[in-house]
């Protein structure tokens, strides 16, 4: 993989995860206002979970990184494409993990109300959406300095 592609990849891989993870207040406490106390106890379980999942392959990843770098880093003299390629790994398999993880558990089985249906449909789309306006922004962002660094 060349430095341009690991750059694009990884960093809006960054940019998704940070975007993602700063989620306004107002949006969450929207669901956790509708829902009733059994089921906010559930949203907090679940959401738990799945913290720990992509935790999980955070740290896969970054040890996947460690052995990578042991075998073959010497082969990538250019640090920004060592970097973006390290960051591709970590937040990909990360990405990758969560997905494919079993759940035990899922918000709908949860939802009672058509206003609570409604509730945590948005917190769903805000949290899509921003991922993916992430990945689109980090993308971005990683063209001018893609072609100021990979040169190096």
Same mark, same amino acid.
């Given at each position: 993989? !060349?430095?341009?592609?690991? =750059?694009?990849?990884?960093?809006? &891989?960054?940019g998704a995860s940070v975007y993602t993870s700063f989620v306004?207040?107002?949006?969450?406490? #929207?669901?956790?206002?509708?829902? $009733?106390?059994?089921?906010?106890?559930?949203?907090?379980?679940?959401?738990?979970?799945?913290? %720990?999942?992509?935790?999980? /392959?955070?740290?896969?990843?970054? +040890?996947?990184?460690? &052995?990578?770098?042991?075998?073959? /880093?010497?082969?990538? $003299?250019?640090?920004?494409? #060592?970097?973006?390629?390290? &960051?591709?790994?970590?937040? /990909?398999?990360?990405?990758?993990?969560?997905?494919? %993880?079993?759940? $035990?558990?899922?918000? &709908? !089985?949860? +939802? !009672?109300?058509?206003?609570?249906?409604?509730?945590?449909?948005?917190?769903?789309?805000?949290?899509?959406?921003?991922y993916l306006w992430g990945f689109v922004f980090g993308a971005? =962002? %990683?063209?001018?300095? $893609? !072609? %100021?660094?990979?040169?190096?």
């Amino acid at each position: 993989m !060349n430095c341009y592609d690991s =750059a694009l990849v990884g960093v809006g &891989l960054l940019g998704a995860s940070v975007y993602t993870s700063f989620v306004p207040d107002e949006e969450l406490h #929207k669901l956790r206002n509708i829902l $009733s106390g059994e089921d906010i106890d559930a949203y907090k379980r679940i959401n738990n979970e799945r913290f %720990s999942l992509y935790f999980q /392959g955070l740290t896969i990843g970054f +040890i996947i990184v460690v &052995l990578v770098n042991f075998l073959y /880093g010497e082969n990538i $003299s250019n640090p920004y494409h #060592k970097t973006t390629l390290f &960051l591709l790994i970590i937040l /990909g398999f990360s990405l990758f993990y969560y997905l494919l %993880s079993p759940k $035990s558990d899922y918000m &709908l !089985n949860h +939802i !009672n109300s058509e206003k609570e249906n409604k509730a945590w449909l948005d917190v769903y789309l805000t949290m899509k959406n921003r991922y993916l306006w992430g990945f689109v922004f980090g993308a971005l =962002a %990683s063209i001018p300095l $893609s !072609n %100021s660094l990979c040169y190096m």
